[in-house]
Structures are given as structure tokens and as C-alpha cells.
């Protein structure tokens, strides 16, 4: 329906001033327009079969807004309704599309962004937005996502239409700006909620490991394996994986995922059953993949795949009016995990807002841990945050590198505490024994051929293995040997 119809808006917000405005810019746009500072009034009018849309704030004096759109979509269910809110959170987002809005407007907004809005939802198809969904009533103190700039209401609508689907998502974002947070509020407050979320580090993982990680190996898959290992696609059936850093995924193990994103199963590393994979996947990566796949060393067809819905995650630098909250909110969790209570004065946060965060939340993060740990006085001074930011860009000590005559066990004792590390119980799956012990013989015996020149005779002397050994050994870990090249 277009203005020149004269269709009639419907106006709910208990400021004036708002009511106002309202009424004169859709007025100008050729809008009848009814404006009513209550819920009541709002009800008797969608009761009597008045109006073609409704735009509505959250906070009214009778009844909140969000708890009224159920109760209109069921008397009308396509009359459209706008939300407008100056709660502008991640959950007034999420619960507003999950009732039935046809769109979340934060407060403040543009005009022009509001008739455009307005148009859209007029001209909209009727059965669009005639769904109403499970509504959840978390209270806003455990949302993982902190900051009302307008940088973050973009992401909190995108998320909040993201909700109800399982449409693969691609996170692009700095280190430290929250991508697993994003990755676990699409689950948290997703369709597949009652389900497991299983995260997964691509950078953490050995390249050789990443298969039998992701898709699990059966018992006798190769030397040693002597049970079979669930892999993380498994262990996140009807749930979430989400596939962290993936711009470090090796070609073969692209190749095998990407299979599964075209045909829906896959197979674990020696098994022969198609398993069904009833998984939705959120992807994160600090890369740039497009780069990547221009290098030939990120598959074009996978990136499409993933890069479904792309959200790009602001860096901290990009939306320092969030800093005030993301500090109280730091401050209220070390509280109540027993530390001092802390305040920051004024010229603080100012200081705080001031600083380029390279390492973005998490950056911020540790330092508001380290201001409640370290300083004695209940309120921190400007001076103490300059302090603190001052030692934060000193220049940092030479990168380490590998120790000079580093033995062989001390450099893959540095690989297997990273390993270790990068599981959240600190237990990788089961076969590891065999399965590091493939990861060195397979350079082993490359290099020992490469050296002799492909002479396998040479070769088994030098590695003090018998020459049938050797062979079995090129077969079962699939070595090329070329003869006379080094």
C-alpha cells in the first residue's frame, strides 16, 4: 500500500515530543496519522479494525510494547508494527523480531530512515511477518553483547533476524572483538538452543590433525587407532558448530568440508557410512578470505558457501561511545566474582575512549580485571589510566623465537602444549598417541628420501629400518618418491 492510499499509521509513545515529530513528518509523507500516548488507547484501536500499521515504543506507562504484539497478531495478524526503543540491546531486538515486528527501529533514528521503513512495511507482502515464535524472558544482565552504538544496533537487528533460521554465517572481525560471543548468542537464542554448541580453533589445531578433529576416525583408521574418536561434527548434532579462524583450514580438509555443506553428510576418517549432518555452522575468521582465495589458498567455492549472511564485527577504535558500558559491565562481573568494587571517574573513561584498543574488548577486558585487582583505592583517576596505557605501549620486547639448538622433544613439546591447550577440558580426542606419532614419521621419511634421493635402499639404511619397512611405511602414509631429485 503506498502513502497516496492514505493509509492510516497508528502512533504509541508516551513522549510528546516524539509524538509529535512523529505525527508531522508521516503526515507530510501523505500518512493519515492517530498518535496515543498508551497501550490501551493502541488496543482499542487494533480491537476496532482501525489503522494499516502500528508504530510503537517499548516503555509505555500501562503496558510494555513487546508484550502487546502477540496479543495484535493474534486479533490482526497482518497488520504490520514498527518498534521503536531507546532500550537498545541486543534482547529488545531479538524479542521484538521473535513476536512478530515487521522491523526494530533503535532510538534515535533518521526520519527518512523511518518513512522508508514505514513504505517498506505497507508495501510488504501479508503473510511476511504473520509468525509468532517462542519468546525467551533472559533477564538483559546475561547477554553476551554489550554497547548501544549504532554500530552494534546493526548487528543486534541482523542477529535478531538471524534467530529464527539456519542460514550459515561468516563473522569477520579483529582479534578480540567478540566473534565467539556473536557465534554463541545466534545458538543461545536460535532455533537450536536445546542443542550443543561446539567451537573449534582451525589456528590451534596441527594441520594433520584437523580431519580426524572435525569428522572423528574409526577403530583401526590407521596404526594405533584402536577405538573410534567422535569428531566435532558429531558431537554437534542438532546443535552449533562454530569453526573458528577459518582462514587457516588446510586445502584437503576445505575440500571434505565443503562436501559436506553441498551434500548434507560426511564420513569419518576410515569409515564408509554417510553420516547425516544436522548441523548449522557459523564460521569466524580475522583474515581476509577474499585475499585468500585470489593466493589459492582458501577454496572460492567453500568461501561462498560460508559467506552466506557476513557480519563484520566493529573494531573497538570504531565505537568508543560502547566503552562506558563494556567497563561497567567488567567491573560489575569482577564484583561478583569477590574483587573490589570499582568506579572509574569521568576523565578516566575519557582517557579510556581515547585509546586505539588493539586488542580491542578482550584488550579492555583485561585491563578493567587488572585495575580491580591491583589498585587499592575504590575510584580510578585519569592518571591511573594513563599509567596503565602508558606500560600498554611500550614497546614490546623482541618477538620470541624458536630457542637456538631447541632439540627435537623441546619443539614438539611447544606443539603438544599448544594442542592441549586449545581444547576446552584441556583432553583432545582419543588416538592421539599414534595419531603425533604419524605427524613426525611422515616428514621423517619424506626428508630421508629427499635426501637420498629417492633411493629407498640408502634411505632405509639411514633410518635404520628394514627396506620392506620403508615401503609399507611410503604406501600407508602416501609419500611421493621421485628418484634422483633432491
Given at each position: 500500500?503506498?502513502?497516496?492510499?492514505?493509509?492510516?499509521?497508528?502512533?504509541?509513545?508516551?513522549?510528546?515530543?516524539?509524538?509529535?515529530?512523529?505525527?508531522?513528518?508521516?503526515?507530510?509523507?501523505?500518512?493519515?496519522?492517530?498518535?496515543?500516548?498508551?497501550?490501551?488507547?493502541?488496543?482499542?484501536?487494533?480491537?476496532?479494525?482501525?489503522g494499516?500499521?502500528?508504530?510503537t515504543?517499548?516503555?509505555?506507562?500501562?503496558?510494555?510494547?513487546?508484550?502487546?504484539?502477540?496479543?495484535?497478531?493474534?486479533?490482526?495478524?497482518?497488520?504490520?508494527?514498527?518498534?521503536?526503543?531507546?532500550?537498545?540491546?541486543?534482547?529488545?531486538?531479538?524479542?521484538?523480531?521473535?513476536?512478530?515486528?515487521?522491523?526494530?527501529?533503535?532510538?534515535p533514528?533518521?526520519?527518512?530512515?523511518?518513512?522508508?521503513?514505514?513504505?517498506?512495511?505497507?508495501?510488504?507482502?501479508?503473510?511476511?511477518?504473520?509468525?509468532?515464535?517462542?519468546?525467551?524472558?533472559?533477564?538483559?544482565?546475561?547477554?553476551?553483547?554489550?554497547?548501544?552504538?549504532?554500530?552494534?544496533?546493526?548487528?543486534?537487528?541482523?542477529?535478531?533476524?538471524?534467530?529464527?533460521?539456519?542460514?550459515?554465517?561468516?563473522?569477520?572481525?579483529?582479534?578480540?572483538?567478540?566473534?565467539?560471543?556473536?557465534?554463541?548468542?545466534?545458538?543461545?537464542?536460535?532455533?537450536?538452543?536445546?542443542?550443543?554448541?561446539?567451537?573449534?580453533?582451525?589456528?590451534?589445531?596441527?594441520r594433520e590433525?584437523?580431519?580426524?578433529?572435525?569428522?572423528?576416525?574409526?577403530?583401526?583408521?590407521?596404526?594405533?587407532?584402536?577405538?573410534?574418536?567422535?569428531?566435532?561434527?558429531?558431537q554437534?548434532?542438532?546443535?552449533?558448530?562454530?569453526?573458528?579462524?577459518?582462514?587457516?583450514m588446510?586445502?584437503?580438509?576445505?575440500?571434505?568440508?565443503?562436501?559436506?555443506?553441498?551434500?548434507?553428510?560426511?564420513?569419518?576418517?576410515?569409515?564408509?557410512?554417510?553420516?547425516?549432518?544436522?548441523?548449522?555452522?557459523i564460521?569466524?575468521t580475522?583474515?581476509?578470505?577474499?585475499?585468500?582465495?585470489?593466493?589459492?589458498?582458501?577454496?572460492?567455492?567453500?568461501?561462498?558457501?560460508?559467506?552466506?549472511?557476513?557480519?563484520?564485527l566493529?573494531?573497538?577504535?570504531?565505537?568508543?561511545?560502547?566503552?562506558?558500558?563494556?567497563?561497567?559491565?567488567?567491573?560489575?562481573?569482577?564484583q561478583?566474582?569477590?574483587?573490589?568494587?570499582?568506579?572509574?571517574?569521568?576523565?578516566?573513561?575519557?582517557?579510556?575512549?581515547?585509546?586505539?584498543?588493539?586488542?580491542?574488548?578482550?584488550?579492555?577486558?583485561?585491563?578493567?580485571?587488572?585495575?580491580?585487582v591491583?589498585?587499592?583505592?575504590?575510584?580510578?583517576?585519569?592518571?591511573?589510566?594513563?599509567?596503565?596505557?602508558?606500560?600498554?605501549n611500550?614497546?614490546?620486547?623482541?618477538?620470541?623465537?624458536?630457542?637456538?639448538?631447541?632439540?627435537?622433544?623441546?619443539?614438539?613439546?611447544?606443539h603438544l602444549?599448544s594442542?592441549?591447550?586449545?581444547?576446552?577440558?584441556?583432553?583432545?580426542?582419543?588416538?592421539?598417541?599414534?595419531?603425533?606419532?604419524?605427524?613426525?614419521?611422515?616428514?621423517?621419511?619424506?626428508?630421508?628420501?629427499?635426501?637420498?634421493?629417492?633411493?629407498?635402499?640408502?634411505?632405509?639404511?639411514?633410518?635404520?629400518?628394514?627396506?620392506?619397512?620403508?615401503?609399507?611405511?611410503?604406501?600407508?602414509?602416501?609419500?611421493?618418491?621421485?628418484?634422483?631429485?633432491?
Open positions: 500500500m503506498m502513502a497516496t492510499g492514505k493509509a492510516t499509521i497508528l502512533v504509541a509513545d508516551d513522549d510528546r515530543a516524539i509524538r509529535t515529530v512523529l505525527h508531522q513528518a508521516l503526515a507530510r509523507s501523505g500518512y493519515d496519522v492517530r498518535v496515543t500516548g498508551t497501550a490501551a488507547a493502541l488496543w482499542r484501536w487494533v480491537e476496532a479494525g482501525e494499516d500499521l502500528v508504530l515504543d517499548v516503555v509505555m506507562p500501562d503496558e510494555n510494547g513487546l508484550d502487546l504484539i502477540p496479543r495484535i497478531k493474534r486479533q490482526r495478524p497482518d497488520l504490520r508494527i514498527v518498534v521503536m526503543s531507546a532500550q537498545n540491546t541486543l534482547l529488545t531486538a531479538v524479542k521484538a523480531t521473535e513476536r512478530g515486528a515487521f522491523e526494530y527501529l533503535p532510538k533514528f533518521d526520519l527518512k530512515e523511518l518513512v522508508a521503513v514505514v513504505q517498506r512495511a505497507l508495501a510488504a507482502p501479508k503473510l511476511e511477518s504473520a509468525r509468532i515464535v517462542e519468546t525467551h524472558e533472559e533477564g538483559e544482565e546475561t547477554l553476551p553483547l554489550i554497547g548501544r552504538s549504532a554500530a552494534m544496533q546493526e548487528i543486534y537487528r541482523i542477529l535478531a533476524r538471524l534467530m529464527g533460521t539456519d542460514l550459515t554465517v561468516m563473522i569477520h572481525g579483529e582479534s578480540g572483538t567478540g566473534k565467539e560471543l556473536v557465534a554463541r548468542a545466534l545458538h543461545d537464542y536460535g532455533k537450536r538452543r536445546n542443542g550443543p554448541f561446539i567451537a573449534i580453533n582451525m589456528a590451534a589445531i596441527p590433525l584437523i580431519e580426524s578433529e572435525l569428522f572423528g576416525h574409526e577403530k583401526g583408521a590407521f596404526t594405533g587407532a584402536t577405538q573410534r574418536s567422535t569428531g566435532r561434527f558429531e554437534a548434532q542438532e546443535g552449533t558448530l562454530f569453526l573458528d579462524e577459518i582462514g587457516d588446510p586445502l584437503d580438509a576445505q575440500t571434505r568440508l565443503l562436501r559436506v555443506l553441498q551434500e548434507g553428510e560426511y564420513t569419518t576418517v576410515g569409515g564408509r557410512t554417510s553420516i547425516k549432518a544436522d548441523v548449522r555452522i564460521a569466524a580475522h583474515r581476509d578470505l577474499r585475499h585468500l582465495t585470489r593466493q589459492g589458498l582458501f577454496r572460492e567455492d567453500l568461501f561462498y558457501r560460508l559467506n552466506v549472511v557476513p557480519i563484520r566493529p573494531p573497538l577504535r570504531e565505537r568508543a561511545e560502547d566503552i562506558p558500558a563494556l567497563v561497567r559491565h567488567f567491573l560489575a562481573q569482577a561478583n566474582e569477590g574483587l573490589p568494587r570499582k568506579t572509574l571517574e569521568g576523565g578516566a573513561l575519557d582517557k579510556l575512549k581515547a585509546y586505539s584498543w588493539p586488542g580491542n574488548v578482550r584488550e579492555l577486558e583485561n585491563l578493567v580485571r587488572r585495575l580491580a591491583l589498585y587499592s583505592q575504590d575510584e580510578i583517576t585519569a592518571d591511573d589510566i594513563a599509567e596503565e596505557l602508558a606500560e600498554a611500550a614497546p614490546e620486547p623482541a618477538a620470541e623465537t624458536i630457542p637456538e639448538g631447541e632439540s627435537l622433544g623441546a619443539a614438539v613439546e611447544r602444549k594442542y592441549f591447550s586449545a581444547h576446552a577440558d584441556g583432553l583432545p580426542g582419543a588416538g592421539l598417541y599414534d595419531m603425533v606419532l604419524r605427524e613426525v614419521e611422515r616428514p621423517l621419511i619424506a626428508l630421508s628420501l629427499s635426501a637420498t634421493r629417492g633411493n629407498q635402499i640408502k634411505a632405509a639404511e639411514l633410518l635404520g629400518v628394514n627396506r620392506n619397512t620403508l615401503r609399507k611405511k611410503i604406501r600407508e602414509l602416501d609419500i611421493r618418491v621421485v628418484r634422483g631429485l633432491k
